[in-house]
């Protein structure tokens, strides 16, 4: 465990590191693996290791949860073809690839005998990094404004493949220790795995969920939340199901049912900030764990094995993406090709694939090159594409949308929120239930707010052109959404056949992908309609 005095010290550095990647423009997540890897160096104090019952018992499930409380369910169902498509049978493929890339491109290196290792032993390895991490790359995103879809995918697809790859990892370390499987047995306790942690997570998610609907405490609901968070995981693992995938499901349905139905808007707040700070907090553990856990002298000395594992990794990386890509091509699932190559550079490596192969038995064969293997690639991936993916990004088109000054945004967000404020005083007033002359005070104030935030804005000097373009951009994205909802309201109501639905839904995801894709084009075709044809 931990040394208590070394808790300090690591929430110390993060913060000083945090401030120090602000300052440097990179990202946070790379500063604090760079800091691990000072401090452990420096031997400044008694220096923390990553281990299987920390990561297992502390952080991962606090992690899961956090990620999972805040997605949309029905973003979730909309993109499931994609998500799902990438987290289970994209993660297979990604295992199979990267063994047999790795077997391939060893057999060119020197020492052949010292790196020759069974097809069985690659796959674990294969199953050790296939789960991504990609903390920082979602930081960008959100910071940029990426298109939120894209966003959402990647955050999505990472929650759901650490399950996946914990679950493929037990299964081929088994197969590689000489326990006798068939594909069919491997298939079966696969599904019994996930399937099991499903169920869990949707008993302990309903439960929780029914609690804080019955109570109105905002501490409560918080405690409630957490045991979700770690019973949930706990129960599984107990019960030999996958403890990820029941926080994940646990997670989804504490975020979209108990929290939505069962908190007030301010106890919503609360939570939410809660989970945002537990979230802060156990990632910069990790990755300075992580930077303290590797050990450059040891994976210098293999070094063109860790470029190989690399290459292996970012090549099954790229045939899942693209197949998958293809495959979705002709749906309404489909990804703009710009996207393909964001996700194979956001498949950034971290702190799962470190605990799996320190989890490996003394007795593994190749287990001390692995564990090294492991930790470069993990490395290589946060500082290649943690560093770049902000301009690999930006010259694919998807991070091109110019931004707006912070003010613009700041004064917009206030008008909407004040004009917000003004909505709920009149639905209050017609109830006549409050008292009139609260209400016209706050109403009063309301107004004033709603001025002052139109004439600052009127004040900014912004083009024209770029205020125009972030409007449309995100009027037309909220009246498409909108039209979405309403159809899919209608079809449940059995408003609208099955064919006419699948053609209107056709339609609408059509407009909504050339508004991520295509915002200048859809622009200019539409104020100047001469021109396009």
């Known amino acids: 465990m931990i040394p208590e005095t070394a808790i300090l010290y690591l929430f110390v550095a ?23 890897l000072l401090l452990g160096s420096l031997h400044l104090f008694p220096a923390p290791v990553l281990t299987h019952e920390l990561l297992f018992t502390i952080f991962l499930p606090g992690l899961v949860f956090e990620s999972a409380y805040h997605l949309s369910a029905s973003a979730l169902w909309r993109d499931r073809l994609a998500i799902f498509g990438l987290a289970v049978p994209g993660v297979l493929i990604s295992i199979v690839v990267t063994a047999f890339v790795f077997l391939w491109t060893s057999r060119y290196l020197p020492d052949l005998a010292a ?20 903390i920082s790359v979602l930081a960008i995103f959100r910071e940029l404004q990426a298109p939120q879809r894209l966003t959402f995918l990647v955050e999505s697809e990472s929650l759901l493949n650490d399950g996946t790859a914990i679950v493929f990892f037990t299964l081929f370390l088994a197969m590689a220790m000489g326990k006798p499987i068939t594909a069919s047995a491997l298939a079966v306790k696969f599904l019994a795995v996930v399937g099991g942690g499903v169920l869990i997570g949707t008993i ?17 609901e918080i405690t409630f939340t957490i045991l979700a968070a770690y019973g949930s995981f706990l129960v599984a693992m107990q019960l030999g199901y996958s403890g990820v995938i ?27 900030t809660f989970w945002e700070y537990i979230g802060f907090a156990l990632n910069s553990l990790v990755f300075l764990l992580v930077g303290l856990t590797i050990r ?7 070094w063109p094995l860790v470029i190989a594992a690399y290459v292996a990794i970012t090549i099954a990386r790229g045939v899942v993406i693209y197949s998958m890509g293809a495959l979705l091509s002709r749906s309404r ?13 956001g498949g950034i490596r971290g702190a799962l694939s470190m605990v799996l192969a320190l989890s490996l038995p003394q007795h593994f064969p190749f287990r001390e090159m692995l564990i090294n293997l492991v930790f470069g690639v993990v490395l290589l991936t946060i500082l290649i594409q943690g560093l770049s993916i902000s301009p690999v990004a930006r010259a694919l088109g998807v991070l091109s949308r110019r931004q707006l000054p912070a003010d613009f945004e700041m004064q917009r967000m206030r008008l909407t929120l004040a004009q917000m404020g003004l909505q709920e005083i009149d639905r209050l007033r017609h109830e006549g239930v409050r008292d009139p002359q609260a209400l016209d005070a706050l109403s009063t104030r309301y107004i004033q707010q709603s001025k002052d935030a139109k004439d600052r804005l009127s004040n900014l000097d912004i083009a024209d052109e770029d205020r125009f373009r972030t409007d449309f951009y995100r009027l037309y994205r909220r009246l498409l959404t909108m039209q979405k909802q309403r159809l899919l309201d209608a079809r449940q109501e059995s408003l609208i056949g099955h064919e006419n ?14 508004v991520e894709t295509n915002i200048d084009g859809l622009i200019e075709r539409l104020l100047l309609p001469d021109q396009g044809k």
């Open 115 to 134: 790196v020759t290792m069974p097809l069985g032993v690659a796959l674990v390895f294969g199953a050790t990094v296939a789960a991504t991490d990609p």
């Open 296 to 302: 450059l002298p040891d994976l210098l000395r293999i």
């Open 501 to 514: 639905f699948e053609r209107l839904a056709a339609n609408i995801d059509a407009e909504l992908l050339e």
């Open 246 to 272: 029941s926080t994940a499901v646990a997670g989804l349905i504490c975020g979209n049912y108990g929290a939505k139905r069962g908190m007030a808007p301010s106890v919503r707040l609360v939570v939410n």
């Open 204 to 220: 302990v998610g309903w439960l929780s969920s029914e609690v804080i609907k019955r109570v109105n405490d905002g501490m409560v």
């Open 14 to 36: 993060a913060s000083l590191l945090a401030m120090a990647s602000n300052r440097l423009r990179i990202p946070y997540t790379v500063a604090l693996v760079l800091g691990g």
């Open 333 to 345: 699932a489909r990804m703009p090709w710009s996207w393909n190559f964001v996700l194979i550079w």
